[in-house]
């Protein structure tokens, strides 16, 4: 099938953050846009400092997913 996307709202019933995204360093003049991640949520659900991750793009939502070896 063609052009069929299944989409599924997940929720781990862990914590939620409000964030907003803003412009990447040095892309003013390009309106790149940027999110920084950086809290104690991202220890607290299995992503350490060198983890491995995915990140998938669909329309309005962003999946992160940690990659096991």
Request: glycine share 14%.
């Amino acid at each position: 099938m063609t052009g069929v996307t299944l989409s599924i709202g997940l929720n781990y019933g862990g914590p939620k953050r409000q964030m907003t995204v803003a412009y990447a360093p040095g892309g003013m003049s390009n309106q790149v846009p940027m999110l920084k991640i950086a809290n104690h949520f991202l220890l607290d659900s299995g992503f350490t400092v060198g983890s491995k991750c995915s990140v998938e793009y669909g329309n309005g939502i962003l999946t992160i997913t940690k990659k096991t070896s």
